[in-house]
Each structure stands twice: as C-alpha cells, then as structure tokens.
C-alpha cells in the first residue's frame, strides 16, 4: 500500500506523520529503533532532556481514555523540550465529524506543530493527516481498532534489545485478536522486520476474518499455539467482551488462554513475555509469569518513552523540511509565472 | 415539434432489436422508423455512433427533499437523473418527514411535476415513520401513486408486525420491496474480510444479507406476496434468489450499479466515497452478481443514488454517511463493464428499462412506431471530466470526482419531451 507510506513520509523519504508501520520499509523501522536505542540512554541520565523539541508546540488530543499512553506521550514530549498541552476531549457520538475538525481548525490556527492523537475511530488519524491538517505532524496514539504504531514499535525494541534479529524468531500473540488495535501493527512491523512465523492463538469469537492474509497462522488451542515461541505476546482482555457474548467467562478464558508458569514451560526456555498493560492478573496472566523473570512488562514501560521520543522527533523534523520546501516552490512558481 | 434522430444504434431488449436507423418523433410519439434520409425536422440529431433507448426507470434512489435539501432537491435529483437517462423514479421512502402519509407524497411528487424531469414512482413506508412497529396506511398510499411498500434500510425485528405487514400487503395485492439487511449483524461499517480486518473496521458479514433473504422469502411465500429485493450485494445473496426463482416464486431482485463496478478494497486508506449501506463486497461477489443479471436471476440494475453535502463524508469512516451520488457516473461505470466485456449494452438496458418498468408496474417503452417517446440517447465514446462544473447532482460524494469518464447520454426525452440535452 504505496498510498499509506506517501502519506506518512516526505518527498525525500523523511518521516512526517506516524500513522502505522504498514506500508514503511524495514530501514525506516529499523531508524525508528536506531533512534529509541539512544534515547534509552537519556532516560538513565541524571538531567533527562535533550533540546531536539524546543520551541515547538506538542499537543495531546486523547478523544478516549487513556493514562499510560498519554502520561508517556507527555514525558516524553517534555523530555524532547516541547511545548506540551494535553487537552482530553470527549466526544459525543452524534457529532464525532464535526467536532473532531473544528476542534483540530482550532488548534491549527494556535500553530500547533504536532498532534497526538488518540480516537476511538479507526482511521481517525489518517483523516487528520490526510484531509484536516496536513501540515502539521500527526502521531497515532491509538485510532478504534486498527492501529497503535507506537505500542507495536516499542514491543519491536523490547524484542530486539533482548533477542537481537527478527528473522529466527516464533512469535505468538495471543487474546483478544478482533478488538486489539496492536496486534495488526505488531503483525505489520514484524514481518516488515524479517519475522517469518507469527502465530494468533485465540478462540474463533476474538479472530478477525481473514487475518490469515496477513501472513499469520491461526490456533485456537493455546498450548500449540506457543509451543517453541521465543516471544509470547499476551494481549489485554476488557472484561466488556464477556457482557458483549464473545466469551462465557473470564474463568473458561484463563483455563483455556491464560498464560501460566506450567503453561510457559511450552514455550523455549528463555522465551520473552510481553504485555501491553495494563495486566488482568488472573484473566490472561497469572501473577507468577507477570512478574517472573522471563516477564518484559515494565522494560516495555521505559523503552516506550524512548520510542515515543525517536517518533516524535523524527516526525517533527520531516514535517518542518516538508513545510520548508513547500514554502519555496510556490513563490518561486509565482515568481516564474509572473 | 418534431425530433429526427439519425443513424443511431437502436437497442431495444423488449423486441430484441439491434439495428442502425434513423427515428422521427412527432407530437410526444414515436412516428417512423427507417432510412429516413429525406425526411425534415425541427430538431435533427446527428446520432451515428450513439445508442438509442428506452429510457430508464431506476427502482431505488433518494432525492433528499423534503427538508434534507442541503443533500439534494426533488428538482436537482430528477434533473441528474434526467442527465443519466431516467424518466422515471421509484424514491425510497427514507425521506425526512417519512413517506408514510399521502401528504408527504404528494409533496413529493408535486415537486417532481413542477421540475418536469422524471415522472415518480414513489415506494411508500411499510410502517409507520419505519420504526418496524405499526403499519402504515397502504391500501390510502397506493391510491395516491404508490408501487410498492418498504422499511428501506430498517430492518423489521419483530416477527409479528412483519408478518402483519405481508398479511396485510397480501390483502391488496401491494408489492414489498425489501432491503435485506439483520439489523443486528449489519451494525457495522463495511464488508467483513481481510481489507474490514485490516483496516480496524467493524465488519458487516454475508450472512447479514442471506439471513434476511431467507427470512423475506419464507414470509413472502407464506403470504403469497409479490416481493422485490433492492440491492443485493452478494454471491450467496444471488443464489438464494436464484433457487427462489426456480422454485417458481415471484420473486425478483435489483442490483445497485456501484455493486457492480466496486468491492471493498476502494476503501483502503479509509476512503469514504466508498461507505455504503448496503457494503460493498469482494470481487467474487461483484463477479457473481454479474452472472445474476446474465442470467436473469437479477431483473434490474438500480442507482440507489444517495447524494450528499461535502462535510457528510469529511469525518473519520464510521462516522461518514454511507451511500454514493450515481447518477452523474452511472452511463460511465456502465461504460466501464461493457469495455471489460463484463455486461452487454442490451443487458444493461433491459435491466435499467424493460425489466424495472415491469417490476414497478408501469407500460415498458417499446421503440416502435405509434409508442410514446420515452427515449434515451447515449454517447459511448463521449469523453468528459466528472467536476463542480459537469456535475448535475447536488451530491459532493462522487467516487469518481475529476477523473476523465467516458460515455454520457446525449439526449433523454419524457413523452417526446427535451428532459436533458448534454
């Protein structure tokens, strides 16, 4: 899908928006992690700031709850030196359109320089970068159920700065497959990454149809599903889907998919387990595994500020080359024309 | 005044007909057909190349008046229409106020005489403001011009006051038109498959539609009412109706052009001049609905034409309007298939003219001599730019918006009448 990297890059192949790893290259993927390597290190200095934002306005757009994502936007939006405004807006279901576009006219005309959004329409940040404020540099901090590019980056660094390359690796994500707005970006950036066997474990309820064109296999039954995984990605469970008659109840889940000591004895022994957060002990995962020493959840947590701060400065230095040229074509044309 | 239209490809799928002549048309009648060289009138049109017609009757469309004309008008819509080749109109009755009452109807349908362009058929509610829970006074509707009854794009949940509707429909002999949609599975935003998958979007599944069909067709044949469905969208939709028919039900079914032109991979990149109510499906779907009008399983090709204002479409997809403006793009699309060899122009004719005319009642036009001139004129190679300016429906949400078409009708005539003239 060509039309989704013109979108998200520059006429030089610059990152100016970040929407979703589908349609970027593997060097592109692999910068973004370059970049969120040196970054990490910022985090364990004593004066955690670099000047790469300064003067430069950031604002937080959260249309949906959200306090992990955001609070971590937010850090590391400061630790770039930015500007930050963080404004949560509900929406009410019958004017989502409009309010979202004049709400974003608004902050437009406040020479915003980057949003970052979070909406509960999928495609939510496409729209704004494509049709509402193309100049100015959007970040998808999660858009419905398609995509959470930043989550599934940071799940790639996790994995590369503790099992190096992509190419050997099984990889198993398991859950709520239909409902979760990483897993189609994991799937993305894996493959992009070189990662060859990706498999969905799940029941049928939680499958979206016809995932298997993603190049992934589906397994219903857990226990092959991660045998010999080196990375096990277990997804949140909301416990609306039990309200909702996808499930019958979070005990069958545990029995059926909940991810165990006895049952991580399938995987490979120094198998990674992976969580998005925030965990239901008990539902997914048992206490044990979570905070056992195979468990990355809170390594996730601190590589996700780097991550966040390697797009966000890449994105704002793409899109002020872009407005850059952009200002000089036009008058130049005029200047010929005239 | 007199028309003399010469050297056109005439196609008539009532008479089979297929040949190159020349028609003269006087006092709203079709006069002659012939060499007729040597004959004078006060318009002549120079035709060669061009398809002559019957002009069209389109089963499902919205014209937007009463008092959503932000949309469209009864006078733009029919005009746009006009400029498509129609003559008559079968409105849905998802209109705003409903058309439940014969007051809105007329309404409508006074609008319509005064602009001129189409003659209207109007499809009335099956109930009460289509809420599914009381019926509407349809022995009144049809008296005032009604084809036929529909709940449009609301489905009837409840058993009981579906089957009063065909009970009750059954009494008259009224005609049901039927959209065939679960409410309750087609709460979503497009076809369900790896391009819904992949894009994050709720998916709408085909059973949403076979459950449906199946359902109808069982209340139809338990009341012995003659049933119409509008738009179907896919495979397993058309084989249902197919083994209807061959069961010797009276059953027959239209197809909205779109579904035959797109799938559901236009809306990749959330693109959402392609939202529709009913989804666009996948290409085995568009193929198999291609078959169905081969081979007469569907009767009809319709436009469900559903202009729309521009901030309609500008919002992230789900929150979009669904449906397409058609008719400023049908001749094109039509175009479009029979240069990929998928659909004949006789095919496409009979299901836009002899075939809907019946389904909606009305006298087929017959391009023979003595008949009323109801007559449409297209150009197949004409080359245009689909914009602001060329563009006759009120409706922005058009898929094809500045692209270079080819094919536009010429000439339509209502009853000898200059309806449209390119």
């Known amino acids: ?338 | 005044m007199s028309i003399l239209i010469s050297g056109a490809r005439i196609l008539d799928p009532s008479l089979e007909l297929d040949t190159v002549a020349d028609v003269y048309i006087r006092g709203g009648v079709i006069e002659s057909i012939g060499d007729l060289a040597k004959v004078h009138a006060d318009t002549q049109v120079d035709a060669k190349g061009m398809i002559l017609s019957p002009s069209f009757v389109d089963l499902n469309t919205c014209l937007r008046d009463l008092s959503q004309i932000q949309k469209g008008t009864v006078a733009s819509e029919t005009y746009a229409a006009a400029s498509a080749g129609f003559t008559d109109l079968c409105p849905s009755p998802d209109t705003q106020p409903c058309s439940d009452t014969g007051s809105v109807i007329s309404m409508i349908n006074s609008k319509a005489e005064a602009a001129g362009f189409c003659n209207l058929l109007p499809i009335a509610a099956l109930t009460k403001n289509l809420k599914g829970t009381a019926l509407s006074n349809m022995e009144s509707l049809s008296r005032s011009g009604c084809i036929g009854f529909s709940n449009a794009g609301y489905d009837i949940t409840d058993n009981t006051v579906l089957l009063r509707c065909y009970e009750y429909a059954a009494t008259f002999g009224l005609k049901v038109f039927v959209q065939a949609q679960d409410k309750q599975l087609s709460n979503g935003h497009m076809h369900a498959g790896p391009t819904a998958t992949r894009m994050g979007l709720d998916g709408i599944p085909v059973i949403a539609e076979t459950l449906s069909i199946s359902r109808h067709l069982l209340f139809m044949q338990h009341t012995g009412v003659q049933g119409h469905f509008n738009q179907l969208t896919s495979s397993a939709g058309v084989a249902l109706i197919r083994q209807a028919k061959a069961q010797g039900m009276k059953v027959t079914a239209d197809v909205g052009i779109a579904h035959l032109c797109f799938t559901d991979t236009a809306i990749q990149g959330y693109r959402s001049q392609y939202h529709m109510q009913p989804p666009l499906r996948e290409e085995s779907d568009r193929i198999a609905l291609l078959v169905g009008i081969k081979d007469g399983t569907i009767d009809a090709i319709c436009s469900a034409h559903q202009p729309h204002e521009s901030s309609a479409k500008c919002a992230p997809f789900a929150a979009t309007a669904t449906g397409m403006a058609i008719y400023d793009m049908l001749i094109p699309l039509i175009q479009g298939l029979v240069d990929a060899n998928e659909l004949t122009w006789m095919a496409a004719i009979k299901a836009l003219s002899f075939n809907s005319a019946n389904i909606a009642d009305i006298k087929a036009t017959r391009l023979a001599i003595s008949k009323a001139a109801n007559l449409t004129l297209i150009d197949p190679n004409h080359s245009w730019i689909l914009d602001v300016d060329s563009q006759l429906s009120q409706g922005t949400n058009q898929a094809l918006a500045y692209q270079t078409l080819k094919a536009r009708v010429q000439l339509t005539l209502k009853d000898g009448q200059v309806t449209y003239a390119v």
Do not use: W
């Open chain 1, 1 to 338: 899908m060509s039309n989704l990297a013109n979108l998200q890059l520059t006429q030089s192949g610059e990152l100016r928006h970040f929407l979703t790893p589908e349609g970027l290259d593997r060097l592109m993927l692999e910068r973004i992690l370059d970049t969120a390597d040196s970054f990490v290190v910022v985090g364990n200095q004593e004066v955690k700031k670099v000047p790469l934002l300064r003067g430069r306005t950031v604002v937080n757009l959260f249309f949906e709850n959200s306090t992990r994502t955001r609070s971590t936007f937010e850090l590391a939006a400061k630790r770039l030196s930015a500007d930050v405004l963080t404004l949560d807006i509900k929406t009410s279901a019958t004017s989502k359109g409009e309010s979202l576009l004049d709400t974003l006219q608004n902050l437009r005309a406040m020479h915003s320089d980057m949003f970052v959004v979070r909406h509960s329409d999928s495609g939510a940040a496409h729209f704004i970068a494509e049709q509402v404020t193309p100049d100015v540099a959007i970040i998808n901090a999660g858009d419905g159920r398609h995509a959470h590019p930043t989550q599934a980056m940071l799940d790639m660094l996790t994995i590369r700065r503790h099992k190096g390359r992509f190419e050997p690796l099984s990889v198993a994500i398991v859950g709520d497959i239909a409902h979760s707005r990483v897993a189609r970006d994991q799937i993305h950036a894996l493959k992009t990454l070189g990662c060859d066997d990706i498999r969905l474990v799940g029941p049928n309820t939680l499958m979206p149809q016809g995932i298997q064109s993603m190049g992934v296999s589906t397994h219903n039954n857990m226990d092959t599903g991660i045998a010999g995984a080196d990375v096990i990605i277990m997804l949140r469970l909301q416990t609306e889907r039990m309200a909702s008659a996808f499930l019958p109840s979070a005990g069958e889940y545990f029995r059926l998919y909940g991810l165990t000591v006895q049952r991580l004895a399938q995987a490979k022994p120094d198998a990674i387990v992976m969580h998005p957060g925030p965990i239901n002990r008990g539902i997914e995962i048992e206490s044990a595994v979570a905070d056992g020493p195979q468990s990355m959840i809170l390594n996730q947590v601190g590589y996700g500020i780097a991550l966040r701060m390697a797009v966000m400065s890449m994105a704002m230095s793409g899109q002020m080359q872009q407005r850059q040229s952009q200002a000089n074509q036009p008058s130049s044309l005029i200047g010929e024309q005239k």
